[in-house]
């Protein structure tokens, strides 16, 4: 099992310093993990993260549907943080956010090349 400590609103630890001249926007992939069970997903994890999938594309990972939704903007975290059926949870070590709700865990993972210019 992996330890995931809560986030709390307004988290900006681990962020990413910005290159002069960048927007502020950081590129954020979404990866989905189909399934409703804590433990399943917390057994998953290591090898979600180790994928190297293109976006919208679907694997199984133990019998699991894994999908690269694409990019997301920030202000779709802050939206979800706020509905009382999504559990929030940081792996601030990697700077990853994780959203639980309904049969679906999202990954919400920085990518530091993801700053535009």
Known sequence: ?????P??????EGGLSLKEGAISRMAI????VYTKSYETFSD??????ALDL??????????ITISDCGEVVE???DTMKQKPEVAVMKVRDRNITIL??????????????????
Request: hydrophobic share 35%.
């Open 1 to 5: 099992m992996i330890w995931i400590s």
């Open 7 to 12: 986030s709390g609103n307004g988290d900006t």
């Open 29 to 32: 992939k979404c990866i989905t």
């Open 44 to 49: 998953i994890f290591e090898q979600v993260v």
């Open 54 to 63: 293109a976006e919208n594309e679907e694997r199984e990972v133990e019998g």
């Open 75 to 77: 202000e779709y975290i």
């Open 100 to 117: 639980q709700h309904g049969d679906v865990f999202e990954m919400l993972i920085p990518e530091a090349d993801g700053l535009h210019e």
